[in-house]
Every structure is written in structure tokens, then in C-alpha cells.
């Protein structure tokens, strides 16, 4: 099982980043997915879900309208498009799928500075 995560980087304020997120090694299109984050010293936080099938996106309120979660199962890989970056969005992001069981992958840091 692999959740690589790739498209982090260093942002200005106000900068877009589209984060992707490639899934082998299991049923892809059967597992709910998600997007975490933790901010150094920091809790890990969910950022943003979406369902085996593509719907019901949620998201945290300090995302709410500048990020959005999409998926392609036909190519098993899960997005996170983010706009309107802030300094407080700078964190390593994670991706997880679960369904009975729960895969990570490794994180990819994204940094939002002047």
C-alpha cells in the first residue's frame, strides 16, 4: 500500500498550490479519502474529505472556500486544489484513505511566506 503525496512548496500569501495525492496497493475507489495537516507543535487536523464515490466534500472552517478536495478513481489519485493561501495554511500535509482500515502517506510541506 502507497499514498505519495506530491506539490508542495513555498507560496506567497495569496498564492495557489495544487497538492496530489497517488494511491496504489489497495481498492482505491472503495476508500473514503482526506486531507491532514499539522502546523509545527501542532495537532494533526482534518483539512478536507470526500467520499469513495466522489461527493459530499467537507471541509474545515479555515479552509471553507479556498480549498477543494476532488478525486479521479479511474486514475486513483486524490487532490487538494488550495487558493488564496495564508501563513497560517503553512504546514506538512497528509494524505489518508480509510475504510475499515486507515493508510498515510508521507506529507509533503507546504510553506506560505513573503
Known amino acids: 500500500v502507497q499514498l505519495v503525496e506530491s506539490g508542495g512548496g513555498l507560496v506567497q500569501p495569496g498564492g495557489s498550490l495544487r497538492l496530489s495525492c497517488a494511491a496504489s496497493?489497495?481498492?482505491?475507489?472503495?476508500?473514503?479519502m482526506s486531507w491532514y495537516r499539522q502546523a509545527p507543535g501542532k495537532e494533526r487536523e482534518l483539512v478536507a474529505a470526500i467520499t469513495d464515490v466522489g461527493d459530499m466534500p467537507n471541509y474545515a472552517y479555515s479552509v471553507k472556500g479556498r480549498f477543494t478536495i476532488s478525486r479521479d478513481n479511474a486514475k486513483n489519485m486524490v487532490y487538494l486544489q488550495m487558493n488564496s493561501l495564508k501563513p497560517e495554511d503553512t504546514a506538512v500535509y497528509y494524505c489518508?484513505?480509510?475504510?475499515?482500515?486507515?493508510?498515510w502517506g508521507q506529507g509533503t510541506q507546504v510553506t506560505v511566506s513573503s
Open positions: 489518508n484513505a480509510i475504510r475499515l482500515v486507515s493508510y
Open positions: 496497493g489497495f481498492t482505491f475507489s472503495s476508500y473514503h
